[in-house]
């Protein structure tokens, strides 16, 4: 069935510093592939979607790009803020109604 | 506006006994998702009202669950002969029309403790 796998946490960053996280995914189609992000005490909340091959998503500074062939959603950010430590999930949705989420991947960032 | 409310925030139960979760969706969103998020894990489907109705219940780990929509508005989740492995985060989400690349707004979550 289709998965998603994401790097694992916790992921610590100083203030500025370059931000990525990886997600691959398996898919039998074509999903849409999404972020999400949970802020501490806050629901989950999308960050950041894409629909084709090529497709990039972008948001409050973050960016990743629908990689076909290498069924890739990597999640980046060129200088990450203290504000943006949070859980980051990957997801995808398959055509129909069900969104697969990876397991997260938990950020800290220090100022 | 309001968002997806979730009540309560927190259930702590008996394994054995029956539980509900309420979910009131954003007004207007026809569509309505449960998940279930266990601890260090992401968020896992449960079921899929479009309306009224269930269109998608794929998710429903046994018929222990169940969750109904009457008016196609709140929905309910109910948990029958609850046993521990149950305990986690139930997440309700609602989006304006549903399908793979609607928006899903999510509700803050129902913390579930089977003792």
């Known amino acids: 069935g289709d998965s998603v796998t994401q790097m694992e946490g916790p992921v610590t960053l100083s203030e500025e510093a370059f931000l990525t996280i990886n997600c691959t995914y398996t898919?039998?189609?074509?999903?849409?592939l999404f972020w999400y992000v949970q802020y501490p005490g806050e629901g989950l909340q999308l960050l950041l979607k894409a629909t084709k091959a090529d497709d990039k998503g972008s948001n409050k500074g973050f960016e990743a790009t629908y990689r076909k062939e290498t069924t890739s959603f990597h999640l980046e950010k060129g200088s990450v803020q203290v504000s943006d430590s949070a859980v980051y999930f990957c997801?995808?949705?398959?055509?129909?109604?069900?969104?697969?989420f990876g397991a997260g991947t938990r950020l800290f960032v220090k100022a | 506006g309001a968002g997806v409310s979730q009540t309560p925030s927190n259930k702590v139960t008996e394994k054995g006994k029956y539980v509900e979760l309420r979910c009131d969706p954003i007004s207007g969103h026809t569509a309505l998702y449960w998940y279930r998020q266990s601890l260090g894990q992401g968020p896992e489907f449960l079921i899929y009202?479009?309306?009224?109705?269930?269109?998608?219940d794929s998710g429903l780990p046994n018929d222990r669950f169940f969750a109904v929509r009457p008016e196609g508005s709140v929905s309910t989740l109910k948990i029958q002969r609850t046993e521990r492995g149950d305990s986690a985060v139930y997440l309700c989400?609602?989006?304006?029309?549903?399908?793979?690349?609607?928006?899903?707004?999510f509700g803050p979550g129902t913390r579930l403790t089977v003792l």
């Open positions: 997801a995808l949705s398959d055509g129909g109604f069900k969104t697969i």
């Open positions: 898919a039998t189609g074509y999903p849409s």
């Open positions: 989400a609602s989006s304006q029309a549903g399908g793979a690349v609607d928006t899903q707004y």
């Open positions: 009202f479009q309306g009224t109705g269930a269109a998608d």
